[in-house]
C-alpha cells in the first residue's frame, strides 16, 4: 500500500514564500520522480516540477527562478515557492513514480492535494 501525503498549504500574500512537503511511503518502494502539479479553480491542471534521482529538476515556464524542488530524504521532497503571485493560487498535488521491475512499467501515485492561497 503506498501512501502520498502533502503538506504546507497555506494563505499567503503576494510576494511571499511557502515550502510545500511531500513524503511518499510504502514498504519496498522506491520512487525514482516525485514532483508537484497543480489546478487552478476553473482551470486544467498543469504540472509545475519534478526531481529524477534526486538530482535533476525540471520546472514549467512560469515558475522557474521563483520555485525550488528538492529531495529532502529518500521518498521525501519539498517546493520551496518564492516570489508568490496570486496565478499560483490553487491546489497543489504531489506524485511519486515507481519502476516495477516485474510489470517493466512505471506506476504514479498521489496525494490528496494542499491549498495555496495567494491573496491580500
Known amino acids: 500500500q503506498v501512501r502520498v501525503v502533502e503538506s504546507g498549504g497555506a494563505l499567503v500574500q503576494p510576494g511571499g514564500s511557502l515550502r510545500l512537503s511531500c513524503t511518499a511511503s510504502?514498504?519496498?518502494?522506491?520512487?525514482?520522480?516525485m514532483g508537484w502539479d497543480r489546478q487552478a479553480p476553473g482551470k486544467q491542471r498543469e504540472w509545475v516540477a519534478t526531481?529524477?534521482?534526486?538530482?535533476?529538476t525540471n520546472y514549467t515556464d512560469s515558475v522557474k527562478g521563483r520555485f525550488t524542488i528538492s529531495r529532502d530524504v529518500e521518498n521525501t521532497v519539498s517546493l520551496q515557492m518564492n516570489s508568490l503571485k496570486p496565478e499560483d493560487t490553487a491546489v497543489y498535488y504531489c506524485f511519486a513514480r515507481y519502476y516495477s521491475d516485474y510489470d517493466e512499467d512505471d506506476f504514479d501515485y498521489w496525494g490528496q492535494g494542499t491549498q495555496v492561497t495567494v491573496s491580500s
Open positions: 526531481i529524477t534521482n534526486g538530482v535533476t
Open positions: 510504502g514498504s519496498g518502494f522506491s520512487f525514482y520522480v
